[in-house]
């Protein structure tokens, strides 16, 4: 191999003009000739130092070699190499190395979920003071997300986190303080630490106290303080900010209304990728309300919420252009929409599919595909795909007793979920149950 003099730095940042001889001078050749950072820019050759590095036992290059190879980052990538360095690298006790498997495992992100091992390597990286393996560590117990269920283990790791000076941490502790969701509700903790993060500067602490302080959710309404701190955490770059600002400033909801200002935010929530902003300004725009209406306009945003995975949107396109109520009519293209949000798990969508095969109304009649897609929408637990299930099956003029049970059990589920209308017919239906047992009851005496 062809060696090349080189001027390097050693960890002390002296420079030494001469061939790399130690594998750390290896290793800091290697990565700033990847970047290109006081050299020119060579990735094979900073490969090649890099490698050499980590075969003599170099746990920094092992890393670099490791993350890079993973995510084929400046290098080819190669998957397997990747996490066969980051393996040595962790097992010779390197912590970002164990943080970067823990993580990736979990999740299954570019490497093999392994949920066991991954929880393995984010507790050794925790318990070598990784404060954010600590976070993650803390949420995922606390909420049971991929990990055993156990708020008391996950508080503590969070706040081991909080320790460190960890923000997510900090942020995910007030969340659950503040909600009483999953850890014990402590409201003036909450408050603590997100107004702890918001004088910080964190945008996302600004956006919650903000919306607190405006709506006055869990403190005293102030609304100057409130509209301060959105417009901080939405000049930041918080499009959940962005969006309540556009919002309360459209509709003058606690704010004082502005509907310029308010669209103008909304706007900057959607270019952000806000999908829900995308979905309010398409709304606003069909309808007509607080926005001038523009059915082109507005049917664009709804178009760029659903190509961005929004199945709420898929759903409204689905039945507008179906009913042809708010966009023209198109009836294989509201049915494409509809079928696209319904496999994607909106239980409206699939409600709505249900209702219009089931009564042949817009798309061709197929009582059995309609029944499919309301028993599936009933399943997801929506009150109404309940009742209408229930309905159609009553309909029937000849039912088996099998179906008069099925219907039952979801006209049950309707009720109990405050359905009024089932209320009334299962009081109906109940009373006639009663009264055949009762007649024929009499005529066996008889």
């Not at 405006?214 to 930041?236: H, I, P, R, T």
């Not at 179906?322 to 198109?330: K, T, V």
């Not at 099925?406 to 006209?411: D, I, N, R």
């Not at 009264?435 to 005529?443: I, L, P, Q, V």
Request: with cysteine; aromatic share 8%.
């Amino acid at each position: 191999m062809k060696y090349m003099l080189c001027l390097i730095r050693n960890k002390e940042g002296e420079s030494m003009d001469h061939l790399p001889s130690s594998p750390q001078e290896m290793y800091e050749l290697g990565w700033r000739k990847i970047e290109g950072e006081g050299y020119a820019q060579d990735p094979k050759e900073g490969e090649k130092w890099l490698l050499k590095a980590a075969e003599l036992g170099d746990i920094d290059a092992m890393y670099e070699l490791g993350w890079r190879k993973l995510e084929g980052e400046s290098l080819k990538q190669d998957i397997k190499a990747g996490e066969e360095w980051l393996t040595k690298a962790a097992e010779l006790g390197d912590v970002r190395s164990m943080y970067s498997l823990g993580w990736r495992k979990l999740e299954g992100d570019l490497l093999d979920q392994d949920i066991e091992e991954g929880e393995k390597w984010l507790t050794k990286a925790a318990n070598q003071g990784d404060d954010e393996a600590m976070n993650i560590l803390g949420w995922r117990k606390i909420e049971g997300d991929l990990l055993a269920r156990d708020p008391e283990e996950g508080e503590k790791w969070l706040r081991e986190a909080i320790k460190s000076g960890n923000q997510n941490a900090m942020f995910n502790l007030a969340v659950y303080k503040f909600d009483g969701r999953y850890l014990e509700l402590d409201v003036e903790e909450g408050k603590k630490w997100m107004i702890r993060l918001a004088e910080e500067g964190d945008r996302r602490a600004l956006n919650v106290m903000g919306w607190r302080f405006v709506s006055g959710n869990g403190v005293k309404q102030n609304l100057e303080k409130g509209e301060k701190w959105l417009k901080k955490a939405a000049d930041l770059g918080d499009r959940d900010a962005m969006y309540n600002l556009g919002f309360y400033k459209i509709e003058g909801k606690h704010l004082p209304q502005d509907i310029i200002e308010g669209e103008k935010w909304l706007k900057q929530a959607a270019e952000h990728g806000d999908d829900e902003a995308m979905i309010k300004l398409g709304m606003y725009k069909l309808i007509g309300d607080y926005l001038p209406r523009d059915d082109k306009e507005g049917e664009q945003w709804l178009k760029r919420a659903a190509k961005a995975g929004n199945t709420g949107a898929m759903n409204m396109l689905g039945r507008q252009k179906i009913e042809g109520r708010l966009l023209d009519q198109d009836l294989e293209n509201g049915e494409r929409w509809l079928m696209q949000a319904a496999k994607k798990g909106n239980p409206v969508a699939m409600c709505n599919i249900g209702i219009c095969k089931m009564e042949g109304k817009y798309l061709e009649q197929d009582q059995i595909e309609g029944e499919k897609w309301l028993t599936k929408a009933a399943e997801l637990g929506y009150d109404r795909a309940q009742y209408l299930l229930d309905w159609y099956r009553m309909k029937r003029v000849q039912q088996s007793s099998e179906a008069i049970a099925e219907g039952e059990k979801w006209l049950i589920k309707a009720a109990e979920a405050g359905d009024e209308e089932a209320k009334i017919l299962l009081g109906w239906e109940m009373e006639e149950c009663i009264a055949f047992r009762f007649t024929g009851k009499s005529e066996e005496v008889s």
